[in-house]
């Protein structure tokens, strides 16, 4: 079964490069990676076309990460759709592990869990206040079925943030 990486990235050219290589270099190779940019302007595209031309790049403005992880699961060609965030970089086995969980059919999905990793002192406050060193259930890193978003719907667009908590809630 082929799966497919979505990527959101707005003005992050850095970190969506480490988090494109981070998909490339996993042991169980995504079929695609779908990058849907919401109008950088730091020059993300011309890197993606001249670094990357193998990735799915579509442009979009102003519509947020929610939309953005809808237009990827729309122009997908797999059954599985793996997230990812431009700050996310996995382990090398992320999918690989994922899969195999994947292959019980009666699974729909696969969690993400992101550990939160800082260095300076002002961000291990705010870490413990919020978060901690413990793994989080989180939309990048997670491995769904397409079948599951007939079934929950996909994320509201309306939303600038929480709209994966709100899909947590009806996918569950």
Excluded: H
Excluded at 59 to 77: C, E, L, M, P, T
Excluded at 86 to 115: A, N, Y
Aim: proline residues 3%; hydrophobic residues 35%.
């Amino acid at each position: 079964m082929n799966i497919s990486v979505v990527i959101p990235s707005y003005n992050r050219k850095e970190f969506l490069k480490r988090s494109i290589d981070s998909a490339i270099n996993q042991t169980k190779k995504p079929f695609e990676i779908i990058v849907v940019d919401d109008g950088s302007t730091d020059g993300t595209e011309t890197m993606i076309k001249s670094d990357y031309d193998f990735v799915k790049f579509i442009k979009q403005k102003n519509k947020g990460v929610s939309a953005a992880r809808n237009i990827g699961i729309d122009i997908s060609n797999s059954n599985l759709i793996a997230f990812l965030d431009v700050k996310t970089t996995p382990t090398d086995d992320w999918l690989d592990k994922s899969f195999e969980l994947m292959k019980d059919e009666s699974i729909d999905g696969v969690w993400g869990k992101t550990i939160y990793k800082c260095s300076q002192n002002k961000q291990k406050i705010i870490r413990a206040a919020t978060y901690g060193k413990l793994p989080i259930k989180t939309l990048p890193g997670s491995l769904i079925k397409r079948d599951c978003f007939l079934k929950a719907g996909l994320f509201i667009q309306s939303v600038r943030a929480g709209e994966d908590g709100d899909w947590f809630s009806r996918a569950d």
